[in-house]
Each structure stands twice: as structure tokens, then as C-alpha cells.
């Protein structure tokens, strides 16, 4: 594909507030930075909002692919490709990876072969903190561009 990828990492208890701010991310990585596919997990609310905002973005922006990450080898746990989603995703190398690791590496190989990611990890707890780190490290080596969604932007009076 000639144009360039976004990967999705956040908490699986992202609330629908973060909506607005997460579908005018991902408009702005298509109309900006030439996005043109999308890289999205299934195991939690960031990841359910990821893949909304992207089929809702792809009603304006057909030539746009939503690609589902696959952490655990396909004939181990058929997972049949869901409605919006254009595709699934099974990261070489992950035959070998223990199954209580492979969502961490499936998600960290996504940071490794990403031009892009969209980040929604601000508590400690869970992995989405530690790979926002790691993602970090990448981007001051000019190897991905992070977007950070700050989940105290939201203020419920306005």
C-alpha cells in the first residue's frame, strides 16, 4: 500500500466521552498526514471507539482501510473479519510468542511497522502506558508520530 499507517493504543476502559476527540484525530491523520489505513485491536473500549471513528471517517473517505490486529495465531481462535473492517492483520513471528504475551507483542510489533499512532494511555495500570512509552522512544528517533489524547480535555458543562 503506498499510503501510510495509523495504529491505535489505549485503556479498554475508555469511556464514549473521548469519542469527538478521537474521530477528529483520525480525520486529521487522513486529510494531513496521507493515512490510509488503519490498525485497530478488539479487546477493549478504546479499541471498540478506534474502529467506530474510523468506519464513521470512512463514509468521507472511502479509499480509507480498516485493518483488525490479530494477537493470537488465526487457526487458534478463528476470528471472522468484522462488519466495517477490511481485513485482519497476524504479525510474522508470533508462533513463537507465549499466549499470555501476545496482545503486548502483537501491539508492540504495530508500533515497530507504524508511520502513525494514536495514543489514549494516561493511567499506569495495564500495558497501553509501558508501549505509549516505548512508542516514545521511537518518535524522538523520528521513527513514528504519536498523537496523545488527553483524557482531561473533557469537560462535561460545554
Known sequence: ?????????????????????????????????????????????????????????????????????LPYHPTEQQIPIPAGFDSTFYPDGMEKVPRKAAIVKANQYMVNHSDFLIAYAWHPAGNSKTLLEYAKKRERKGLIQITTLQHHTFNVDK
Not at 483520525?26 to 471513528?53: M, N, P, Q, S, W
Open 1 to 69: 500500500m503506498s499510503g501510510k499507517n495509523c495504529f491505535f493504543i489505549g485503556h479498554r476502559d475508555a469511556s464514549e466521552e473521548i469519542f469527538p476527540l478521537l474521530y477528529a484525530a483520525v480525520e486529521k491523520h487522513i486529510v494531513c498526514c496521507g493515512v490510509t489505513e488503519f490498525i485497530a485491536g478488539h479487546y477493549g473500549g478504546f479499541d471498540r471507539l478506534a474502529a467506530k471513528a474510523v468506519k464513521m471517517a470512512k463514509n468521507d473517505y472511502p479509499e480509507v482501510k480498516l485493518t483488525l490486529l
